[in-house]
């Protein structure tokens, strides 16, 4: 197995909760021994402990199954709404017993296809090429002295949390916000469980019209590098995005202000492209990847009028060389995606650079090995602080 696979993760909770309990304890039941070894009795046990489940799954080991993982995330992939039509129908080429009431989730019909052929499913996600894009928003410490990290201890998520239940609640989000700590090789992971607004839906049920009225469940997903002070967070708002930083700051380091939701200069730079133009894309330093090429580029003008250049192609240096183009003097760089070849992976996949902070990968699992080859590359520009403070050291194991 590719070390780029043994990376993978699993942080999409919510998938699981999706799918039909029998249906689960058969998807997992391959993987028994492995659960059971982690202390999950997939069986026996008088309640699904989900959250036990999660903590498995966001903290894989060299004994993690990459099989269970790799499931995972096809019947993720393969479990959206506009997915449902295509899948019932491919359960009915493939003459699957499905239950005759119509109480049937999207998530259930994949997991019945990859239990009946996991190629199957495996085949239409490439058809589709319906992969989730996860878009990180990078927020470096304003100190330069940073705590050792250790586990946080439970009175210190409590505390984390509440200060987030509050945020949400002022939001017309809810409380029972929820927050679950993973330590990994590349630094420490946070999922936050929180409500999204209520959503009122107009439902069927025996043929008569009706309505739901709930709050959905949402999970955002907050990466801390300890090795630079730097919290990446994939959420859906900037709002949300600046309370994560104060309270993560405040209950996990002593300080508000620890990160820095204020500054403009930003971690990411496309300064590389017009220095080393094709050059740019070597990646034989880094394990694990095999190519990477430039498939967009946009740029705006130094022009009174405002003007951005777009150039699209499997290869942008090979096209913009063959009409003898470059990017112009004075010219702001705004927007690049490469095509990424992982070494075993069937198909590249895509990574955006935005600068000055947003990177967007197609998997989350795919950000350490990528970061490595922009930092190689020169798009990963870190600053040191002029702030000699020191926050305290409030990370304490439980």
């Given at each position: 197995?590719?070390?780029?696979?043994?990376?993978r993760?699993?942080?999409?909770?919510?998938?699981?909760?999706?799918?039909?309990?029998?249906?689960?304890?058969?998807?997992?039941?391959?993987?028994?021994?492995?659960?059971?070894?982690?202390?999950?009795?997939?069986?026996?046990?008088?309640?699904?402990?989900?959250?036990?489940?999660?903590?498995?799954?966001?903290?894989?080991?060299?004994?993690?199954?990459?099989?269970?993982?790799?499931?995972?995330?096809?019947?993720?992939?393969?479990?959206?709404?506009?997915?449902?039509?295509?899948?019932?129908?491919?359960?009915?080429?493939?003459?699957?017993?499905?239950?005759?009431?119509?109480?049937?989730?999207?998530?259930?019909?994949?997991?019945?296809?990859?239990?009946?052929?996991?190629?199957?499913?495996?085949?239409m996600?490439?058809?589709?090429?319906?992969?989730?894009?996860?878009?990180?928003?990078?927020?470096?410490?304003?100190?330069?002295?940073?705590?050792?990290?250790?586990?946080?201890?439970?009175?210190?998520?409590?505390?984390?949390?509440?200060?987030?239940?509050?945020?949400?609640?002022?939001?017309?989000?809810?409380?029972?916000?929820?927050?679950?700590?993973f330590?990994?090789?590349?630094?420490?992971?946070?999922?936050?469980?929180?409500?999204?607004p209520?959503?009122?839906?107009?439902?069927?049920?025996?043929?008569?019209?009706?309505?739901?009225?709930?709050?959905?469940?949402?999970?955002?997903?907050?990466?801390?590098?300890?090795?630079?002070?730097?919290l990446?967070?994939?959420?859906?708002?900037?709002?949300?995005?600046?309370?994560?930083?104060?309270?993560?700051?405040?209950h996990?380091?002593?300080?508000?202000?620890?990160?820095?939701?204020?500054?403009?200069?930003?971690?990411?730079?496309?300064?590389?492209?017009?220095?080393?133009?094709?050059?740019?894309?070597?990646?034989e330093d880094?394990?694990?990847?095999?190519?990477?090429?430039?498939?967009?580029?946009?740029?705006?003008?130094?022009?009174m009028?405002?003007?951005?250049?777009?150039?699209?192609?499997?290869?942008?240096?090979?096209?913009?060389?063959?009409?003898?183009r470059?990017?112009p003097?004075?010219?702001?760089?705004?927007?690049?995606?490469?095509?990424?070849?992982?070494?075993?992976?069937?198909?590249?996949?895509?990574?955006?650079?935005?600068?000055?902070?947003?990177?967007?990968?197609?998997?989350?699992?795919?950000?350490?090995?990528?970061?490595?080859?922009?930092?190689?590359?020169?798009?990963?520009?870190?600053?040191?602080?002029?702030?000699?403070?020191?926050?305290?050291?409030?990370?304490?194991?439980?």
């Amino acid at each position: 197995m590719a070390s780029s696979f043994k990376l993978r993760h699993f942080s999409n909770p919510s998938i699981l909760r999706n799918i039909n309990r029998t249906l689960l304890v058969a998807f997992l039941d391959p993987h028994r021994a492995f659960l059971a070894q982690r202390g999950f009795d997939l069986v026996n046990s008088d309640e699904f402990d989900y959250d036990a489940l999660v903590a498995i799954l966001m903290s894989p080991d060299e004994d993690t199954p990459d099989t269970l993982l790799d499931a995972l995330f096809f019947v993720d992939e393969m479990s959206l709404p506009d997915c449902h039509e295509d899948l019932l129908t491919e359960a009915y080429a493939e003459d699957i017993d499905l239950p005759e009431s119509d109480g049937i989730t999207t998530a259930d019909l994949a997991v019945r296809l990859w239990l009946t052929d996991s190629n199957i499913l495996e085949r239409m996600h490439a058809e589709r090429f319906l992969v989730k894009p996860k878009s990180f928003q990078y927020f470096l410490s304003t100190f330069t002295r940073l705590p050792d990290l250790h586990h946080p201890a439970e009175a210190v998520l409590q505390a984390l949390q509440e200060e987030l239940n509050d945020w949400f609640e002022t939001k017309k989000r809810g409380r029972g916000t929820r927050v679950f700590p993973f330590a990994r090789e590349d630094g420490f992971w946070f999922l936050v469980r929180h409500g999204e607004p209520y959503k009122r839906e107009g439902t069927l049920e025996n043929g008569e019209s009706s309505s739901v009225y709930y709050r959905p469940e949402k999970f955002d997903v907050l990466m801390y590098n300890p090795q630079i002070g730097e919290l990446a967070i994939h959420a859906g708002t900037k709002g949300e995005k600046q309370a994560y930083c104060r309270s993560f700051g405040k209950h996990l380091f002593g300080s508000d202000a620890f990160f820095d939701i204020e500054s403009v200069e930003g971690k990411f730079t496309l300064e590389p492209i017009i220095a080393d133009w094709r050059n740019c894309v070597a990646c034989e330093d880094v394990e694990g990847l095999d190519e990477v090429r430039l498939t967009e580029l946009q740029f705006r003008h130094n022009a009174m009028q405002y003007h951005v250049e777009v150039h699209k192609a499997d290869d942008v240096f090979a096209a913009m060389d063959d009409i003898e183009r470059a990017v112009p003097a004075g010219a702001t760089l705004l927007r690049a995606s490469f095509k990424v070849k992982f070494t075993g992976a069937l198909r590249p996949r895509t990574v955006v650079i935005r600068p000055p902070n947003v990177t967007i990968f197609d998997r989350e699992s795919d950000s350490d090995l990528l970061n490595r080859w922009m930092t190689e590359r020169g798009f990963i520009r870190l600053e040191a602080s002029e702030d000699d403070a020191e926050p305290d050291a409030v990370l304490a194991v439980s």
